[in-house]
């Protein structure tokens, strides 16, 4: 790029930042502590064919997914048990649903009319839907109170046409309890076999199941008036004009059909004052968040004072995937800990490389969790595996090549935040942990080919959809130059100074080689090396984030323009990115939006930010962060979102990618948090050190120059982050 074209993009960019800072003031009061409602989505209206993902509800102990319908409800998990999964049968149909409905014999659900679409809107305590058909409007409310293996939902009908209506309803239920002990790995399991009872007096239908322990109760009050084909209750119902009425669904599941049954009827019994019970606990939930010393989590986030909405969005993007990670299940091998994802296809899972995304949010807002998940995963073996699983305690599935770095990257955010140095002298497994984390920057060598790069095999220890990007990749090798360079700064303090020293040369060395064998010079991007000295060029993502975020120290003024560059004219869209670029020649490999030119994962836009406020210009970025922030619209950060010429945003944001295939992405993710890692080191320039103190050098101007971060954890202390720097908080 030469120096007319840097000028006129960086021309175009100072206009956007112009028009971006016009708009960043909020007319609407922005608090440091958002209520429930201000976290929401928008309303979204779907119709039965369109591809979306269905929201979730969920508590501590584990969630329930809505379904394309107003009322019904699918994948209720609270591992080990799981109630509308997959039935182990011959031709499976996939997950089930309960508590669906029928209106005058009617499956309302299947409809191409815009006129019955059903409207979602996410609440981090309950999942609120509307659906309008035949001018009977029905409103539905589903959650799950606090500490119980249940779901609650509230069902209300109006008439709102000005004739008497008489209504036949029926309600299909479902279970296939099942209670599975041994890792979950993917979906939800379920049994085939249950038998059922039915209890008229108590309106219940009870599921047992005959190879496990467990048992669900469903039913719904008032009592149904009759149960037909062994699973629909049904209703006949009188409406005068205006008028309506309300209906409860409980599902409770239990070890025994006798305590599912006692449970069902005492929530029935108390369906209100669990409702306000729930809403209270979720409260608490973001009250304590920002509150030290509070009872909920071992830390907590810093206050967040702003006008601007662009960055107040970003920020509450990332609570919300912070907020979803959150797991405190009685029935958990490893106690309290973080989930990677939220939804059926992940359930119990916590990656290494998801977690590292976010950990400096983590490090301050839920430390304890954080450190025992770091000691879970030095006593697997993670060159093996790609995440441990919370039910059984056991790692799972293939080799993640990230996972030495990002181990590594939680271990560093966890001590600098924390100042628990001590820490690293707790044996574990025979080491004590410092010598743990020497293993892990250092267990590269073992996979180091002739010309000093590693090699981290195929497409299943990568990006697992993108089929160049294998071997000798540079983002994988990057993290390697970080983690070597942390590592000696603990080894210096400890006097194991020589140690060190040899840590931080082959460091610059191992920099060196990712330059001059990988990088593709006046592009921007990066190649893979193969066994038997090919080349394949990779226009990916992780590449440019993993490079500048590990080593960017290490590359020339003309590297990083040309990254910038690249990153703006092939990766960015205004209102999201794509993680591969629509001209790679792999990009009709496989569509999965996480990796692909489709879309991005969830943390690829903030970790690209952090990346490109080390090169570029801070009002280009923050003009188009805060086009991206809007995706958090749509409810938590998706798995993945879609990229505007893919579909269309959805009131402003870009579009949430769906669970079906090929997609199937999940509702929510941990490393949603990263959009708070990012402001917090990138906007606000915070840089908390090992040994050295904590340090900051805003950009904040091109949001709100009157921003403040307040109550800012750092060993011990509480800081203050303005324009002006960073001081102790009085």
């Known amino acids: ?23 960043a003031a909020s007319p609407r009061i922005l608090p440091a502590v958002p209520s429930l409602a201000d ?51 011959p031709w499976s149909p996939g997950l089930l649903t309960t508590c669906e409905i029928f209106v005058q014999d009617r499956l309302v659900a299947i409809s191409d009319d815009p006129a019955e679409a059903v409207t979602y809107q996410w609440f981090p305590h309950c999942v609120e839907r509307e659906q309008t058909v035949d001018k009977i409007c029905f409103h539905t409310t589903l959650f799950l109170p606090a500490q119980q293996r249940a779901v609650l939902q509230k069902i209300e009908l109006r008439n709102l046409s000005a004739q008497n209506r008489t209504l036949t309803l029926g309600f299909s239920m479902r279970a296939a309890v099942t209670c599975k002990t041994t890792a979950w790995f993917t979906n939800l399991p379920g049994e085939g076999d249950n ?31 009759a149960l037909i084909a062994g699973d629909m209750l049904q209703y006949h119902l009188d409406l005068a004009p205006g008028a309506s009425r309300e209906l409860h669904f409980v599902c409770a599941l239990a070890n025994t059909a006798a305590e599912a049954n006692a449970m069902h009827d005492q929530l029935q019994a108390n369906f209100y004052a669990t409702q306000g019970h729930s809403q209270k606990h979720f409260e608490q939930l973001l009250q304590s968040a920002y509150t030290s010393g509070n009872s909920d989590f071992s830390g907590c986030l810093p206050r967040l004072q702003t006008d601007s909405e662009a960055l107040w969005n970003l920020w509450q ?40 995304l976010t950990s400096l949010s983590l490090a301050l807002l839920d430390p304890e969790p954080l450190r025992n998940l770091l000691e879970v995963w030095f006593q697997r073996d993670m060159h093996q595996h790609l995440a441990t699983d ?11 090549a990230v996972n030495d770095m990002a181990i590594v990257r939680c271990s560093r955010d966890y001590l600098r935040i924390t100042g628990d140095f001590a820490w690293l002298d707790k044996p574990l497994a025979g080491k004590t942990i410092l010598e ?53 700064e603990l080894l210096d303090r400890r006097g194991r100074n020589h140690q060190a020293a040899q840590l931080r040369a082959e460091a610059k060395e191992l920099a060196a080689k990712i330059n001059r064998i990988l990088y593709v010079q006046g592009k921007g991007w990066w190649r893979a090396g193969r066994p038997g000295g090919s080349f394949q060029e990779v226009r990916h993502c992780y590449d440019f984030l993993a490079v500048l975020d590990n080593m960017g120290q290490d590359l020339s003024a003309e590297q990083k323009q040309e990254m910038a560059h690249f990153f703006w004219t092939q990766l960015a869209s205004k209102k999201w990115m794509r993680a591969l670029a629509s001209g790679d020649p792999d990009a009709t490999w496989n569509v999965r939006p996480d990796h692909s030119c489709l879309g991005a994962y969830a943390a690829w836009p903030p970790e690209c930010a952090k990346g490109l406020y080390q090169v570029d210009d801070p009002e280009r970025i923050a003009a188009w962060l805060a086009e991206v922030a809007k995706a958090g619209n749509q409810g938590p950060i998706g798995q993945a979102h879609f990229v505007e010429e893919v579909v269309p945003p959805l009131k402003g944001g870009a579009y949430k990618a769906s669970n079906d295939a090929p997609y199937i992405e999940d509702w929510s993710a941990i490393a949603g948090g990263a959009f708070i890692d990012m402001t917090i080191e990138s906007i606000f320039g915070v840089r908390p050190s090992l040994y050295n103190g904590i340090h900051a050098t805003p950009r904040l101007a091109a949001f709100d120059p009157n921003a403040r971060l307040e109550g800012l954890r750092y060993q011990g202390g509480q800081y203050t982050v303005s324009q002006s720097g960073i001081k102790p908080s009085r």
């Not at 790029?1 to 708009?23: C, D």
Request: hydrophobic residues 45%; proline residues 6%.
């Open 1 to 23: 790029m030469n120096r007319r074209t840097f000028l006129k993009i960086s021309s175009s960019a100072a206009a956007m930042a112009a028009q971006s800072n016009i708009l």
């Open 39 to 89: 976290l929401a989505s928008v309303r979204m209206p779907h119709t039965y064919m369109e591809l979306f993902n269905l929201p979730i509800s969920m508590n501590d102990w584990g969630y329930a997914q809505t379904v394309k319908s107003v009322s019904a409800i699918s994948a209720i998990g609270f591992p080990p048990y799981a109630c509308c999964g997959m039935p182990d049968i």
């Open 195 to 225: 038998l059922s009872s039915w209890d008229a007096a108590h309106g219940r239908i009870t599921w047992t199941a005959q190879h496990s322990p467990a048992a669900a109760a469903q039913g719904m009050h008032p009592p149904a008036d």
């Open 317 to 356: 993007n990332g609570l919300r995937g912070l907020l979803s990670a959150r797991r405190r299940s009685p029935d958990s091998a490893y106690g309290p800990t973080l989930l990677t994802l939220s939804g059926h296809v992940l359930p119990t899972l916590s990656f290494p490389w998801d977690t590292s």
């Open 390 to 400: 919370y039910i059984s305690g056991e790692a799972v599935g293939p080799w993640y």
């Open 436 to 488: 743990h984390l020497i293993g892990q920057a250092t267990y590269w060598k073992q996979l180091a080919a002739g010309n000093g790069l590693a090699d981290y095999g195929g497409i299943a220890n990568l990006l697992e959809v993108v089929s160049t990007y294998v071997h000798q990749v540079a983002g994988m090798n990057a993290g390697n130059v970080s983690s070597m360079r942390f590592v000696a």
